[in-house]
C-alpha cells in the first residue's frame, strides 16, 4: 500500500511530537557549553538560510556554533580544488 502525502506528513508530526525537547536542550547544553564542543549546521540551496539563521540563534545562546555554508566563496573553492566530499572538512579545519 503506498503512503500518502498526507500519511507521511502525519509520520513526520508524529516523531517530532513524541521528542523529548528537554533532553535534546540538556544534551545540546552540556555539549556545546559545559565540555567546549562546537555544533555545526549545513544546508543545501534554501536550507542553507535556514542552517544560517539557526546558526545566529544558537550564537546568541551563547553556543559556539558554525555554518559551513556561510562563507560561500571559500566553499566553492575548496569543492573546485577538492570535492564535494572534503569541502565540510576543509571548510572547518580552521575554525
Request: proline residues 2%; aromatic residues 8%; glycine residues 6%.
Amino acid at each position: 500500500m503506498k503512503n500518502t502525502s498526507h500519511e507521511r506528513l502525519q509520520s513526520v508530526l508524529d516523531i517530532l511530537s513524541n521528542l523529548d525537547l528537554e533532553n535534546i536542550w540538556v544534551f545540546a547544553h552540556d555539549l556545546a557549553i559545559n565540555i567546549g564542543g562546537r555544533i555545526f549546521t549545513v544546508g543545501n540551496g534554501g536550507s542553507s538560510a535556514i542552517a544560517s539563521h539557526f546558526t545566529s540563534d544558537l550564537l546568541n545562546l551563547q553556543f559556539k556554533a558554525c555554518c559551513l555554508t556561510d562563507n560561500v566563496p571559500r566553499l566553492t573553492a575548496v569543492t573546485n580544488d577538492y570535492s564535494w566530499g572534503e569541502s565540510p572538512q576543509t571548510t572547518r579545519s580552521d575554525e
